[in-house]
């Protein structure tokens, strides 16, 4: 099976802009979430979508948003991006069905925000 | 929240020796403990992962325990390898957080030949 996929894998923004981050995960997992990693910070989680339901979310701002779509493919969305956006943005793709699951993760989009 | 504390930071053995990473948990009612091994610009891959009805769990050269009384798990390496060297990472899960994984800051492993 292909692994959890994301594009860009690299992407440079500007104060203000707004980005959309895309991932694929693998083939018959329902389940993905989205993680920001810092070196301050560390890996942090954002939200996680199940059927195109935002299942779960986690203490960022309203700036970050996501969807799914029915092919179970998610895309996160962060607008007026600030200068501490800059990250490491992982999608890890999970069965699902039942909760608790082991998460599979992609190689990231490394976002740099100027 | 669920906070989860990794030690060591850093991690420095010579090649053949064991390598033990240890992490505490601070809700009781956590049930899910994963272990990653993040590598230079990759994402995090899980190499093992156990769960709280069950105490310690092998995979080859790779152990982990859990201590459900003093809310702490420990990942054990033997025979360590110089492709051994990366970032491990332990986390916890629990129904209070929707099953998200709450990480620790992680731990940079060497091993030296």
């Known amino acids: 099976k292909a692994g959890v996929t994301q594009t860009p894998r690299y992407l440079i923004k500007t104060r203000g802009q707004q980005v959309t981050l895309s991932c694929s995960p693998i083939?018959?997992?329902?389940?993905v979430s989205w993680y920001q990693q810092t070196p301050g910070q560390g890996l942090q989680f954002l939200f996680e979508?199940?059927?195109?339901?935002?299942?779960n979310k986690g203490n960022f701002p309203g700036r970050f948003s996501g969807r799914q779509f029915s092919n179970s493919r998610s895309e996160m969305n962060v607008s007026t991006l600030e200068l501490g956006d800059s990250a490491l943005y992982l999608c890890?793709?999970?069965?699902?069905?039942?909760?608790?699951?082991?998460?599979?993760f992609g190689p990231g989009t490394r976002l740099t925000v100027t | 929240g669920e906070n989860v504390e990794q030690h060591p930071s850093t991690l420095s053995v010579q090649e053949g020796d064991s390598a033990v990473i240890k992490c505490t948990y601070s809700?009781?009612?956590?049930?899910?403990f994963p272990w990653y091994k993040q590598e230079l610009g990759k994402g995090p891959q899980l190499i093992i992962d156990?769960?709280?009805?069950?105490g310690e769990k092998k995979d080859q050269r790779i152990a982990v325990t859990l201590n459900k009384t003093a809310k702490h798990f420990s990942l054990h390496i033997t025979e360590t390898q110089p492709e051994d060297s990366a970032v491990y990472f332990c986390?916890?899960?629990?129904?209070?957080?929707?099953?998200?994984?709450?990480f620790g800051k992680g731990t940079s492993l060497l091993v030296t030949p």
């Open positions: 979508y199940f059927s195109e339901t935002q299942r």
């Open positions: 986390a916890a899960s629990t129904s209070n957080s929707g099953y998200a994984l709450n």
């Open positions: 809700d009781s009612a956590s049930n899910y």
């Open positions: 156990i769960r709280s009805n069950v």
């Open positions: 890890a793709s999970s069965e699902g069905a039942q909760r608790n699951y082991e998460q599979y």
């Open positions: 083939s018959g997992h329902r389940s």
